[in-house]
């Protein structure tokens, strides 16, 4: 059997469709990224567990040539099954809004996550207003509140979903500045002087958030390459879906700098008009995704970081 062939069958057994090639296209996070031709010429996308040393991409003879799937430690295994779970759970609920397009999740299981094809096409500047309506409508979709009944993850990390009554500027200083904060300081990606700097912030959430807002639909991780453009719209993609502030989101497009985001923004004003000074609350916003790239990339991010801070201290 050729290799292919034997990793068709693998996910096959692992998510119970019926795949009739499989190819791996890179890898992140521990787990391989391939292309599906299913049975009657479907397409499809998935996340598979990568064995290790395989967290680079991948050539074809670097497939396993079997189809068991690799030990690993419990933990690791329930890693894993976790994060795909919370990957299938936020596309769907984002689903449920009928706003922005997203992947139809087609099998989940502790091993792998499947998700339709979507074609890659261009990003216009309708494309990108119509993405700025549509996210504005997921917003508005709103959510039970602040968090999400399931764990989260972003990139390869835990994101605690749980809620909290006290409302989103103390939810966040717990449930996202806090934890990676002392994460990225444990791993002397930051120093103690930085984490003063983010204290204070949270110190201060109370009287930096700005206007309270009802908790919105949130895809959580809405950086330029979390957003697809294909048929004309914007889709979204790898959610760390929950309830939260939508000016989060937008933080996240304009943190690594997302195409036509001027149009997506006249968008999104154009159907649910923004709270008054949400441009200066964008560091803010921003500070949590810069800790969390400190924890998995190091000290590279401290000084952005501290400009965030600082700039969120300056409101």
Known sequence: MSRSATLAARI?????LAVREARVVGAQHGYQHLMLTLSGGGRAFAKA????????DPEPSAVPDHGAVPDRDAAGSRATAAAFAAEANGLRWLAEADAVPVPQVLAVGPEALVISMIQPG????????????????????????????????IASLPLDNTPEAAGWPQWYAHRR???FLTRAVDAGALRSE??????????RIGSLAGPAEPPSRIHGDCWAGNVLWSGGRGWLIDPAAHGGHRETDLAMLALFGAPGLDRILAGYNDTVPLAAGWRSRIPLHQLHPLLVHACLFGASYREEVRSAARAALAI
């Not at 567990?49 to 680079?56: C, K, T, V």
């Not at 119509?130 to 709103?142: E, P």
Request: charged content about 15%.
């Open 12 to 16: 096959g057994q692992l998510t119970g």
């Open 49 to 56: 567990f990568a064995a290790p040393g395989q967290d680079a």
């Open 122 to 153: 261009p990003a216009t500047p309708e494309a990108a207003f119509g993405f700025g309506t549509d996210l504005a409508r997921l917003h508005a979709a709103g959510a039970d509140g602040f968090g999400a009944p399931w764990p989260g993850f």
């Open 177 to 179: 500045l806090l934890p």
């Open 194 to 203: 930085d984490a003063r700097l983010v204290e204070e912030v949270v110190d």
